[in-house]
């Protein structure tokens, strides 16, 4: 199992707001959220291989994110920095830089680096015994038009998904799951050459037109899922983590 963490954004908003550091190095009690967040997903699937796609304008601070994660025993190796991208499914696609050759056809997961999620074994226990061709999205409450939200019929099985339109109580967490890296990049190669700044969203539309299954999982505990992704998300919820 490997999981991937897109952190290759620019953090408009928070840098709007006086930031002068990368969003994922903000303080969460005595932690970042990039710590808190590793430290979470590791709890989750202890044996998860993680790596990090950072931009390359964030240079400056790559000793600080070694350090995390050499504190969690992640090899520096597993960072990669790149250019501006068009979208995060864009961004994603560079883990093929990261992956070993008999890696490429392994489940993976994507996660963005402004929610902290907590107890999600589930999740990474369906994906590791999917089918290759399958995709896994974790969803948790949620009501904010900000968010994407998918539509789940009884055996959880994802039937459609939108940006920003509050179509179910399913909330989209930012956690992204496929059985098969290769199988993935491929669908989300031709999308890309369709449409520029596809995101995660398209991609399971692609799936699920191609008629692969796409399935999720459900946190109901609003305390599982904290978003960070404005600055206003930050200080409301950094006291949770006093």
């Known amino acids: 199992m490997n999981l991937v963490l897109t952190m290759a954004g620019k953090y408009s908003r928070f840098r709007l707001f006086g930031n002068k550091i990368p969003k994922y190095l903000l303080p969460l009690g005595a932690e970042t959220i990039l710590s808190e967040i590793i430290k979470q997903y590791l709890r989750s699937a202890l044996t998860s291989k993680i790596y990090l796609i950072a931009n390359r304008d964030d240079q400056i601070f790559f000793p600080i994110v070694r350090s995390i994660m050499g504190k969690y ?11 501006d991208t068009s979208s995060q499914l864009e961004t994603a696609l560079t ?27 589930s999740f990474f226990e369906l994906l590791e015994s999917g089918e290759p061709e399958i995709g896994l999205l974790d969803t948790f409450t949620g009501e904010s038009k900000q ?8 055996e959880f099985k994802v039937y459609d998904i939108v940006d920003k339109n509050v179509i179910s109580q399913y909330a989209c967490s930012g956690l992204y ?7 993935m990049a491929k669908i989300a190669t031709n999308l890309l050459k369709k449409n520029a700044i596809a995101n995660f969203t ?7 037109l191609a008629g692969n299954n796409v399935y999720s999982t459900f946190s109901k505990d609003s305390k599982h899922t904290i978003v960070l992704g404005t600055p206003e998300e930050y200080l409301i919820n950094i006291h949770r983590f006093k």
């Open 73 to 83: 025993n992640i090899n520096y190796k597993n960072l990669i920095y790149i250019d």
């Open 95 to 121: 883990t093929f830089e990261l992956l070993p050759s008999d890696q490429l056809s392994s489940p993976i997961a994507f996660a963005n680096i402004d929610t902290v999620i907590f107890k999600r074994n």
């Open 147 to 154: 968010y994407s939200y998918a539509r789940i019929d009884e």
């Open 177 to 183: 799951g496929f059985g098969s890296y290769s199988i």
């Open 202 to 208: 398209d991609l399971y539309k692609e799936y699920i």
